[in-house]
Structures are given as C-alpha cells and as structure tokens.
C-alpha cells in the first residue's frame, strides 16, 4: 500500500487547514487509516484514526474537539480536518494506514511527511 499526503501549509493561529491522504496498491486489505506527527528529535504522536469497517474514530486527547477525521471507502482516502489550530501544532504530520489495527503505534505503512506551520 502507498500512501500519498497533501494539504499541509502555512496558516495563521486559530485558522483551519485540511490534509488529505490516498492510499493506492493493495488497499482492499486495509483495515484503519490515520495520522502522526512528529516534531525534530521527538517521539511520532498518534493524532486521530478512522476504522473503514464501521467509520470508529480515535483521537488524541491534545486534537479532540478541533480535528475531524473523516475517509471516503470508495477513494481510499482519508481527511484530517484541522480547525484552531495553535502554534503547537506546527510538526510534520505523517499519513499511516494498517491491515488489522488502530494503534498508538506500529502501523504498518507510513507516507511521507506534510508540514503544517501555526503562526501566533
């Protein structure tokens, strides 16, 4: 599975950006789609993650309320929504994607990384 991310940017405090993720070869196998992060010489943080068998959502305790994960089946994409946003949320997001789980970690396929940067 390959996974191809877009959307981040640069954006104001409390402004709105929305990332997008398609997920292209075997796909038909995957069982949840989501999204990290990581800032330089940190850990990678789950961010949120949606489930295609029912549309279960997770999130992260630091995004809950502000981001919305959401996925279309049909294109094997997947949306992270991102409104109020805060300087803290400046890192590189990552798109992942596994065959059995939604996970703190150990996806099993990574996309390359999109910079969002927060201004104050």
């Known amino acids: 599975v390959q996974l191809q991310a877009c959307g981040g940017g640069l954006v104001q405090a409390g402004g709105a950006l929305r990332l997008s993720c398609a997920a292209s070869?075997?796909?038909?196998?995957?069982?949840?789609m989501g999204w990290f992060r990581r800032t330089p010489g940190q850990e990678r943080e789950f961010v949120a993650a949606?489930?295609?068998?029912?549309?279960?959502?997770h999130y992260a305790d630091s995004v809950k309320g502000r981001f919305t994960i959401s996925g279309d089946n049909a294109k094997n994409t997947v949306y992270l929504q991102m409104n109020s946003l805060k300087p803290e949320d400046t890192v590189v997001y990552y798109c992942?994607?596994?065959?059995?789980?939604?996970?703190?970690?150990?996806?099993?396929?990574w996309g390359q990384g999109t910079q969002v940067t927060v201004s104050s």
């Open positions: 992942t994607a596994d065959n059995t789980k939604i996970a703190a970690e150990n996806w099993d396929y």
């Open positions: 070869g075997r796909t038909f196998s995957t069982y949840a």
């Open positions: 949606i489930s295609w068998s029912g549309g279960r959502t």
